[in-house]
T-cell receptor, first 112, second 111 residues
Framework: AAGVIQSPRHLIKEKRETATLKCYPI?????VYWYQQGPGQDPQFLIS???????DKGSIPDRFSAQQFSDYHSELNMSSLELGDSALYFC???????????FGSGTQLSVL | DQQVKQNSPSLSVQEGRISILNCDYT??????FLWYKKYPAEGPTFLIS?????DKNEDGRFTVFLNKSAKHLSLHIVPSQPGDSAVYFC??????????FGTGTRLTIIP
């Protein structure tokens, strides 16, 4: 069965650079979530989209933005990267709000 | 302010015995409860869930118990197997809001 696909798996950037993470949800899932997990921490909710509209916003810095496109894939854009942005970024999709989430394998971002 | 806590960061259990993972929450409005399992360098994988109208849900070796008055959720795995070694997160929904994760418990099954 198709799963949530994230790219790239690993990304190394320097401070003040920009990064774009991509997420392809499971087919027919219209809801996408982004989570950030720092070392030894629980996943922290960043932002979610339902039917291409932002549905909820968590602890996402102003330097980050995200959108969901017409084909339901989502991109997380991160600018002016800081060392503290180094983390595992997960995307998840669900068939609708308040349903169980299916997670991708994550993108490991390292900011040097 | 951590709304969902898993007070045991780690747990070691002998293979074949029962593993019990606990989760406490503060907001009584949470109404849908899930457990996720996570291996290193992989995304969390859904295990089992329970809604607030039930107090127990069973799926094979996994059973989730919900005690709403105590705001306590637990996951029982029996018998425990080496492949169960992973980090386990409880995750809670409040209405249509975002899924809130607990702090995680690293379970190690000793052969």
């Amino acid at each position: 069965a198709a799963g949530v696909i994230q790219s790239p798996r690993h990304l190394i950037k320097e401070k003040r650079e920009t990064a774009t993470l991509k997420c392809y949800p499971i087919p027919r899932h219209d809801t996408v979530y982004w989570y950030q997990q720092g070392p030894g921490q629980d996943p922290q909710f960043l932002i979610s989209f339902y039917e291409k509209m932002q549905s909820d916003k968590g602890s996402i810095p102003d330097r980050f933005s995200a959108q969901q496109f017409s084909d339901y894939h989502s991109e997380l854009n991160m600018s002016s990267l800081e060392l503290g942005d180094s983390a595992l970024y997960f995307c998840a999709s669900s068939p609708g709000p308040n349903e169980k989430l299916f997670f991708g394998s994550g993108t490991q971002l390292s900011v040097l | 302010d951590q709304q969902v806590k898993q007070n045991s960061p780690s747990l070691s259990v002998q293979e074949g015995r029962i593993s019990i993972l606990n989760c406490d929450y503060t907001n009584s409005m949470f109404d849908y409860f899930l457990w996720y399992k996570k291996y290193p360098a992989e995304g969390p994988t859904f295990l089992i869930s329970i809604s607030s109208i039930k107090d127990k849900n069973e799926d094979g070796r996994f059973t989730v118990f919900l005690n709403k008055s105590a705001k306590h959720l637990s996951l029982h795995i029996v018998p425990s197997q080496p492949g169960d070694s992973a980090v386990y997160f409880c995750a809670l929904y409040f209405g249509n809001e975002k899924l809130t994760f607990g702090t995680g418990t690293r379970l190690t099954i000793i052969p």
